[in-house]
């Protein structure tokens, strides 16, 4: 019984493993932008989330305090109705910006006013 080691088929081609590399390259040239996109998404869709959470805290401490419209506020007048536990507390963006109060009757702005380098732009309404 003769037995035939032939050693050149115990390997990949080089050929074979650039296919490999190309096909790798190009999952990677599609996941990212999705990813990158995905994460915009999100930090814009977080920024909505605390616009609206302020926007509600504004309305109802105007119905409570009996104000009118364009009356100011201040984030330790809105921060008990913001409902986050029991004093509650102002929300930071997901960039770690900080919200302005605004006056009773005009809608909260997103500090982040750029859409560039990663940041997000939000609009209430």
């Known amino acids: 019984m003769k037995i035939n080691k032939n050693l050149r088929n115990a390997g990949f081609t080089l050929v074979e493993i650039m296919i490999v590399v190309a096909i790798i390259g190009l999952l990677a040239a599609i996941a990212i932008p999705n990813f990158v996109k995905a994460r915009q998404t999100a930090q814009t869709n977080a920024c909505i989330n605390n616009l609206r959470i302020i ?25 008990p109705y913001m409902g986050r536990g029991t004093t509650g507390s102002w ?6 910006e900080t919200y302005i109060a605004p006056a009773v009757g005009t809608p909260p702005v997103c500090p982040v006013v750029t859409a560039t380098n990663g940041t997000h732009y939000a609009v209430l309404f």
């Open 55 to 79: 926007d509600a805290a504004v309305n109802q401490y105007a119905l409570e305090a009996k104000v009118s419209t364009g009356a100011a506020t201040s984030t330790t007048l809105l921060a």
């Open 91 to 96: 929300p930071t963006g997901p960039l770690g």
